[in-house]
């Protein structure tokens, strides 16, 4: 491009270094590379940083390793590192590579660096969808849970006389874990978070007292008529986990859940 007039941006270049890292071609990589150094361009983070999502989306494990490893050693923010280090997570996961997961959230922390939650939740989708319930159960209780995730939100019960149902709180996370006014809030969490929580959730309610319940909280859509088909999903889940649900009357996606035998002694 040089050679033709051509001057391109760093913009540019950060773009076609990650073109060419997706494809898997070092060569054309290291030749840009060298063309920026040439015009006295440095290689900022930014442009390290693609190359790791590139070479990642790509598939080219050692290659996105090095290129993150040199973010990470660079003179970058701590937002920089963070956001290159969930691509690459993000890409292990495409991939179906828990493995590589594991091991980047186990070594971030010797890096100065704090696993987040996106990061969590990443691993715990990738064990479920490779079906592998029991390493998804094994990271979220290593994230912390729930409560670790927010996912407690305060419940309101309906006033007396009120013609009203209760009101979930959703912005309005609980300040303690299965107390009296929460409910479990699953509605913006992905398939492999809401099996995993709920099987927490069972855990929990097995060595619970009868009658102990746990409110579940589930609308995926904004739209009235679609709310049946949250709640029939929602059904779906919670049976699948071993938990008997019904719905709460007045608040479309609040459901009172509890065990079977739980259930039967009620009775």
Excluded at 24 to 31: H, I, L, N, R, W
Excluded at 38 to 67: I, M, Q, R, S
Excluded at 107 to 127: D, N, Q, Y
Excluded at 182 to 202: K, M, N, Y
Aim: charge should be negative; hydrophobic fraction near 45%; aromatic fraction near 6%.
């Amino acid at each position: 491009m040089a050679e033709s007039g051509f001057t391109p941006t760093a913009a540019m270049y950060k773009v076609l270094l990650k073109a060419h890292a997706a494809l898997g071609d070092t060569a054309a990589v290291e030749s840009l590379l060298s063309s920026m150094r040439a015009a006295g361009e440095e290689v900022p983070p930014e442009t390290l940083a693609a190359l790791a999502k590139g070479y990642g989306h790509g598939g080219h494990w050692e290659a996105a390793e090095e290129a993150l490893e040199a973010v990470l050693n660079s003179d970058t923010t701590t937002d920089m590192r963070v956001i290159t280090v969930t691509a690459f997570v993000h890409a292990c996961s495409r991939a179906g590579d828990l493995p590589h997961i594991v091991r980047w959230l186990q070594r971030l922390p010797s890096l100065g660096l704090v696993p987040t939650p996106r990061m969590w939740e990443i691993a715990v989708s990738t064990a479920h969808e490779a079906g592998d319930a029991a390493a998804a159960d094994a990271l979220w209780r290593e994230a912390g849970g729930a409560t670790y995730f927010g996912l407690y939100k305060v419940l309101v019960p309906p006033e007396e006389g009120a013609s009203s149902g209760w009101t979930m709180l959703v912005d309005h996370p609980a300040q303690q874990e299965h107390a009296p006014g929460a409910a479990l809030d699953l509605s913006t969490c992905t398939a492999g978070v809401i099996h995993t929580a709920l099987r927490a959730e069972v855990s929990w309610l097995r060595m619970q007292p009868v009658p102990s319940v746990l409110y579940v909280y589930y609308i995926q859509t904004s739209a009235p008529d679609e709310h049946a088909i949250a709640a029939s999903e929602a059904a779906a889940v919670m049976e699948a986990v071993g938990l008997h649900i019904s719905a709460v009357p007045g608040t479309p996606g609040l459901f009172k859940a509890s065990l079977p035998s739980h259930s039967s002694m009620q009775q």
